[in-house]
């Protein structure tokens, strides 16, 4: 099948295998691997990113949208994390606003030792928070809280504590880092696996990869690799030793997403322990609500995680014991499970008790592995991974300016929430065809927006559409089922492709999808 020469990947693939040395190869599209290669390409580095699928295919779209410190990291004692993270999310609110907002939660309270309690701890968030706090705790009466949250249960509600985190839109940062990595001259590629490492004696010098749409392979030489790879940097890993030693235990978090009528004010709620030991928090979002999160550990990655038994069950449950009306199996618009990249413990039996920092691995032969984190501390993991990196390469040590970087598309300005995401770029895509024609009556996306994905966001497929450039998967998955042919005939009329490329392409995306719904109870 021809495609035609104004396809941007084919620019994109003769930038990336072009005959060079990288100052800078990355593996991976996620959180960790885009703030690695923009953290290289603003100092001044030559960077190419490779990802085997698509850009924050995998843990890096399914997280529970929050931008915080970690209130149960605080509880852990884990205090230095905390206020790296509530310094990171200060940054990130200065750097990216039409990605990131401030978002009130409550925290219900039912005895009377619940609100000196947690007060005293959000307290202490606030402190460490420093000068990028993003406002006072407070207490809140009982009518003050139901003011906030309405369909709190009041029977037994005493009051609850006010207090402030960040919210935002991950595959939406995904790309806007993306954007910014090709504004400071970075070259990226996804949809291209990598399949084997390049040696000099026992240095790693670069990287083999297959072009997954074509077939075709390729080799790309650079001074440094640095494997940001997620849940999957072990398998990268194993292509310099196959006989190391597994670094990851990877841990799954479910969530759903139901009507906005279940939370309709502005405030989200956090539950500061649930019956397995976790927070869970319901959140609005783009109009919708997430719960979530669960903490199961899962014997190996996979790229669809799908919700073990009794996980969904325990977030409705859990979510009922505070909400009035109770969410049910039959008001989820789609369920979501994120992995967690965490490095294991002496006991690997409590993935709840881990810490979520990050680390820096060098092997002996210079493979530089950054795994662990959170979306929150992006930026951090991508500068310590850089000054390490420059070591290795016997690159200049050159200074880090990130802390005040404005991300692609950066604009304080008050646009409706579904265009908000886009910044700057918003205009340009209300100029395109079909800026005034819904993809469907349930989702808030125009036609404009998959041709604007198509040309200037690398998405190559009906999913990578749906799911992360627009995020119709998540908060209706049936809806983005129905408007997957036209999404299809759209792309293909952007791409050059045929008839029974769309309908593949439907066919792909309905059978993925219909994981992210849940099936009746028997």
């Known amino acids: ?26 593996i991976g599209g996620g959180a960790s691997g885009l703030g690695t290669a923009v953290e290289a390409a603003t100092r001044g ?39 790296e993270a509530l310094h990171e999310r200060g940054l990130l609110r200065k750097n990216a606003p039409h990605l990131v907002r401030d978002l009130e939660f409550v925290v219900p309270c ?29 207490y809140l009466d009982k009518q003050a809280t139901l003011k906030r949250i309405p369909t709190l249960k009041k029977d037994g509600l005493t009051g609850g504590i006010l207090y402030f985190d960040g919210q935002f839109d991950d595959a939406r940062m995904a790309i806007t880092l993306l954007r910014t990595l090709e504004d400071f001259g970075g070259v990226a590629l996804n949809h291209a696996r990598v399949t084997g490492l390049i040696k000099d004696g026992s240095r790693v010098r670069g990287v083999q990869f297959r072009d997954e749409e074509t077939g075709s392979a390729y080799s790309a030489r650079g001074k440094v690799v640095v494997n940001a790879t997620g849940v999957w940097v072990d398998d990268i890993r194993k292509m310099e030793d196959p006989a190391i030693k597994s670094m990851l235990s990877p841990s ?11 939370l309709p004010g502005n405030s989200a709620i956090m539950i500061p322990r649930t019956d397995d030991g976790r927070v869970l928090f319901a ?8 719960i979530g999160t669960t903490d199961t ?111 692609h598309g950066w604009s304080d300005e008050d646009q409706p ?44 497929t009906v999913e990578d559409v749906l799911a992360r450039r627009l995020r119709a998967q998540l908060l209706d998955a049936r809806a983005s ?27 792909d995306y309905r059978r993925v999808t219909e994981g992210y719904l849940l099936k009746p109870q028997a």
């Open 110 to 138: 039912y005895t009377w030792w619940s609100a000196p309690f947690y007060g005293i701890g959000l307290k202490m968030y606030d402190l460490l928070a420093g000068r990028l706090s993003l406002g006072s705790s407070r």
């Open 252 to 262: 799954q978090g479910v969530h759903v997403v139901v009507d906005k009528k279940f």
């Open 297 to 407: 550990a899962v014997p190996e990655a996979s790229f669809e995680p799908r919700p073990l038994p009794g996980e969904v069950d325990f977030i409705l449950r859990t979510a009922g014991r505070y909400m009035d009306e109770a969410p049910t199996r039959d008001d989820v618009r789609s369920v979501y499970v994120g992995l967690r990249p965490l490095v294991k413990p002496a006991d690997e039996s409590d993935t709840k008790a881990i810490s979520r920092d990050h680390i820096v691995v060098i092997s002996d032969g210079g493979l530089v592995t950054l795994t662990g984190g959170k979306w929150t501390t992006y930026r951090r993991m991508g500068e310590d991974t850089v000054n390490k990196s420059e070591k290795v390469a016997g690159l200049p040590n050159r200074v880090s300016t990130t802390q005040a970087l404005h991300l």
């Open 417 to 460: 929430d579904h265009w908000k995401v886009y910044g700057t770029d918003a205009h340009r895509i209300q100029q395109l065809p079909g800026s005034d024609k819904p993809l469907n009556p349930a989702l808030p996306y125009t036609e404009a927006e998959v041709r604007w994905a198509a040309r200037m966001e690398s998405a190559r």
């Open 481 to 507: 089922m129905e408007a997957a042919p036209r999404v299809a005939e759209l792309l293909a009329e952007e791409l050059g492709y045929d008839e029974a490329w769309q309908q593949q392409q439907v066919q």
């Open 45 to 83: 580095y030559s960077v190419l990113l490779l990802e085997g699928n698509d850009y924050a295919k995998g843990t890096s779209s399914r997280s529970t949208k929050l931008v915080h410190g970690g209130v149960r990291y605080l509880a852990q004692g884990n205090v230095s994390l905390v206020r």
């Open 1 to 26: 099948m021809t495609q035609p020469n104004s396809d941007p990947r084919t620019a994109q693939l003769q930038a990336a295998t072009q005959d060079k040395e990288w100052d800078f190869i990355v």
């Open 283 to 290: 959140v609005p979002w783009h109009d919708h609500v997430v």
